[in-house]
C-alpha cells in the first residue's frame, strides 16, 4: 500500500510517529490475534514524499468490525477474535440451540422504582443489566442514531445469558425518564431494528426479545421509562448486530483490476472457525484505511 505523504517537505521525524502510533493501534485489532509485526512492514521516513506500507495475509481471517457483542459488568464491547471464535466453536460442537421461553429468568425488579423520576434505584449495572439516557438527544427516541446503541445492547445480551436494557435510566441509576412519540412507534423502530439484525434464525416478540413501558408519576403522558427484554442465547452461533466488515481481494480478469469484495455474515462465521483453509481462496486482505 502507498501513502502519499503530502507534507513531506515541512514534516518533522514526529510527525510520522504521532501518525502511525494512532494508526497501529486500529491495525491491531484489526489483525487479532496476529501481531503488527508479522503482518506490516514500514518502508519511508517523514520526509519521503511516499510511505510504503506492505501487508502479509496471516493464517486466520481479519475483521475491521465484527458487530458481535458482548457484555461485561461494566459496559457492552465488540468481542475479541478468541471470543468470536469461542461461540462458533460451541454452535459447531451441537449444543446449538434457540430459547424458547428464556425471557422468564431474567433479573427481577420492582416496577415502581421506575416510575419515580428524579429517585435512585435499588440495582445496578451489570452483565445483564444496562441504563440509557441519552441526555444530549433533542429529538424523539426513535428518530434518533441512539437506536444503534440499543442494538449493541441486544446483541450482547443475546451473545451471553440474556438481560435488560432500561431506556430512561442515567448511569447512576436516577430515574430521568424519556420522551416518545408513542408506544406503537418506538415498538415498531425497535422491530425493525431486532428483524434487520443477524441472528441465524427468526427471533419471536414474547419469546427472544419484548418491550414494557412505565410511565412516570405526575410526569407529562410521552415521558416513560423504556424497558427491553432480551433472552440469552449464548448457543444459538452468535447474534450480529449488523454484518462484519471483512474483505478479500478478487483476483480479476484483468491485470492489477481486482476486485474488492466483503465476507458474507454466513461464510464470516465460517472462516471465524480455527483450522480453515481459507486462504487458498483468496488472493490477500484489503484494509481501507480512510
Given at each position: 500500500?502507498?501513502?502519499?505523504?503530502?507534507?513531506?517537505?515541512?514534516?518533522?521525524?514526529?510527525?510520522?510517529?504521532?501518525?502511525?502510533?494512532?494508526?497501529?493501534?486500529?491495525?491491531?485489532?484489526?489483525?487479532?490475534?496476529?501481531?503488527?509485526?508479522?503482518?506490516?512492514?514500514r518502508f519511508g521516513t517523514f520526509?519521503?514524499?511516499?510511505?510504503?506500507?506492505?501487508?502479509?495475509?496471516?493464517?486466520?481471517?481479519?475483521?475491521?468490525?465484527?458487530?458481535?457483542?458482548?457484555?461485561?459488568?461494566?459496559?457492552?464491547?465488540?468481542?475479541s477474535y478468541k471470543e468470536s471464535?469461542?461461540?462458533?466453536?460451541?454452535?459447531?460442537?451441537?449444543?446449538?440451540?434457540?430459547?424458547?421461553?428464556?425471557?422468564?429468568?431474567?433479573?427481577?425488579?420492582?416496577?415502581?422504582?421506575?416510575?419515580?423520576?428524579?429517585?435512585?434505584?435499588?440495582?445496578?449495572?451489570?452483565?445483564?443489566?444496562?441504563?440509557?439516557?441519552?441526555?444530549?438527544?433533542?429529538?424523539?427516541?426513535?428518530?434518533?442514531?441512539?437506536?444503534?446503541?440499543?442494538?449493541?445492547?441486544?446483541?450482547?445480551?443475546?451473545?451471553?445469558?440474556?438481560?435488560?436494557?432500561?431506556?430512561?435510566?442515567?448511569?447512576?441509576?436516577?430515574?430521568?425518564?424519556?420522551?416518545?412519540?408513542?408506544?406503537?412507534?418506538?415498538?415498531?423502530?425497535?422491530?425493525?431494528?431486532?428483524?434487520?439484525?443477524?441472528?441465524?434464525?427468526?427471533?419471536?416478540?414474547?419469546?427472544?426479545?419484548?418491550?414494557?413501558?412505565?410511565?412516570?408519576?405526575?410526569?407529562?403522558?410521552?415521558?416513560?421509562?423504556?424497558?427491553?427484554?432480551?433472552?440469552?442465547?449464548?448457543?444459538?452461533?452468535?447474534?450480529?448486530?449488523?454484518?462484519?466488515?471483512?474483505?478479500?481481494?478478487?483476483?480479476?480478469?484483468?491485470?492489477?483490476?481486482?476486485?474488492?469484495?466483503?465476507?458474507?455474515?454466513?461464510?464470516?462465521?465460517?472462516?471465524?472457525?480455527?483450522?480453515?483453509?481459507?486462504?487458498?481462496?483468496?488472493?490477500?486482505?484489503?484494509?481501507?484505511?480512510l
Amino acid at each position: 500500500m502507498i501513502l502519499e505523504n503530502v507534507d513531506y517537505k515541512k514534516a518533522k521525524p514526529k510527525d510520522l510517529d504521532i501518525f502511525f502510533q494512532r494508526l497501529e493501534q486500529k491495525l491491531k485489532s484489526i489483525i487479532d490475534p496476529s501481531s503488527y509485526g508479522d503482518v506490516f512492514d514500514r518502508f519511508g521516513t517523514f520526509n519521503h514524499e511516499k510511505i510504503r506500507l506492505f501487508v502479509k495475509a496471516p493464517g486466520h481471517v481479519c475483521t475491521v468490525n465484527s458487530h458481535l457483542y458482548l457484555a461485561s459488568d461494566t459496559s457492552i464491547y465488540q468481542a475479541s477474535y478468541k471470543e468470536s471464535q469461542d461461540i462458533r466453536i460451541l454452535y459447531k460442537r451441537g449444543e446449538a440451540h434457540v430459547p424458547t421461553n428464556n425471557l422468564s429468568g431474567l433479573p427481577a425488579f420492582d416496577p415502581n422504582e421506575l416510575r419515580c423520576c428524579g429517585k435512585l434505584v435499588s440495582f445496578h449495572e451489570d452483565k445483564q443489566v444496562q441504563f440509557k439516557h441519552f441526555p444530549s438527544s433533542k429529538k424523539p427516541l426513535e428518530q434518533s442514531k441512539h437506536c444503534l446503541k440499543i442494538g449493541q445492547c441486544i446483541s450482547a445480551f443475546s451473545n451471553g445469558d440474556g438481560g435488560l436494557i432500561f431506556i430512561g435510566i442515567d448511569d447512576d441509576g436516577k430515574v430521568q425518564g424519556r420522551s416518545i412519540q408513542s408506544k406503537e412507534s418506538f415498538e415498531e423502530k425497535l422491530s425493525s431494528l431486532i428483524s434487520k439484525m443477524h441472528w441465524g434464525f427468526s427471533p419471536v416478540k414474547g419469546t427472544h426479545w419484548d418491550i414494557k413501558f412505565f410511565p412516570g408519576e405526575g410526569s407529562s403522558s410521552d415521558s416513560v421509562v423504556i424497558v427491553v427484554y432480551v433472552a440469552g442465547m449464548r448457543n444459538c452461533g452468535g447474534v450480529l448486530f449488523d454484518a462484519p466488515e471483512s474483505y478479500y481481494l478478487q483476483p480479476g480478469v484483468e491485470p492489477n483490476r481486482d476486485e474488492l469484495c466483503s465476507l458474507g455474515v454466513e461464510e464470516w462465521k465460517e472462516r471465524i472457525l480455527p483450522d480453515e483453509d481459507w486462504q487458498k481462496n483468496y488472493q490477500g486482505l484489503l484494509i481501507n484505511l480512510l
